[in-house]
């Protein structure tokens, strides 16, 4: 199987599993990659996901130039149509923590820029090197990277090409954290604990206001908060959330 997804309690771990080939992304683990996303979105009991890769070496260098470039240079005449992702296509508020375990190159850095957290190795280094095989990143690398970091950072990563390495990514605000190699997973899961201690409705929704607010107005943007906000002033959550703070004790959130 290209993808391992899997369950545990709350958390779905997806991980990137073609090491052999350092994790590139082929037709096969793309549509392996939506179906499991589709999944995620529609489970109840799943809260937060966790995207990795398996081996040492990377968590992914991007789109196969072997199989996959083909597939897209064919999509011109219609011919390949492609699953819909996080990266495209694909709406998503639950979040998500990309663990980048080594190289995130391209398509690779591009699933992992569509997470709200990037935990990465001290071994990890990235970049969009889609230049220098004469295109331009397509699953939203332009997009996200400008709105990400400051904007000559990402000139430079974009228009050069060459990588970064992980403390390089952590100053300029690529990634959350850099951890020890043997200690990522754990880093990961930490982090899904504590985003599973408030309100999932309202993580939801915070994700929602600030991922589709980046692309409005501010006024549209309030508008778009107002209405997130409405909808969890009537939830069972809220009350519950109110008088726990209240009573001084664990609340218990029942998504609703
Ligand atoms: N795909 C397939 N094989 C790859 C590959 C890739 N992206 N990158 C490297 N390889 C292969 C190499 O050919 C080599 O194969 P063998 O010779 O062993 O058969 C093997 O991986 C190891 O590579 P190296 O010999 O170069 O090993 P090194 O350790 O020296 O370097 C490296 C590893 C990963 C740092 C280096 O190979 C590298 O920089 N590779 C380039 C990675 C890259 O260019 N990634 C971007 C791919 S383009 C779109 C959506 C998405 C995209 C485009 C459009 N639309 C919706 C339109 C996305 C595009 C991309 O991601």
New binding site residues.
Partial sequence: MTLNYEKEGKVAIFTLNRPE??N?IDPDLLGALSKAFCDFKKDDTLEVGIITGAGQRAFS??????TM?PE?KRAQNNSYV?PPTIM?GLNLWKPLIAAING?A???GL?LALACDIRIASEKAFMGL??V??G?I???GGTQRLMRLIPQAKAAEMLLTGKPIDAREAYRIGLINKVVEPDKLMSAALDMAELIMKPAPLAVRAAKQAMVQGLNLSLESGLRLEKSLFEMLATSGDFDEGCRAMLEKRKPEFKCR
Avoid: T, V
Wanted: a negative charge; proline letters at 8%.
């Fill in positions: 080939a350092l590139a260098i991007g789109a196969d130039i072997k470039l897209m492609q495209r190289a190159l391209g398509g591009e090197p889609e220098n095989l295109i990143p397509g699953w």
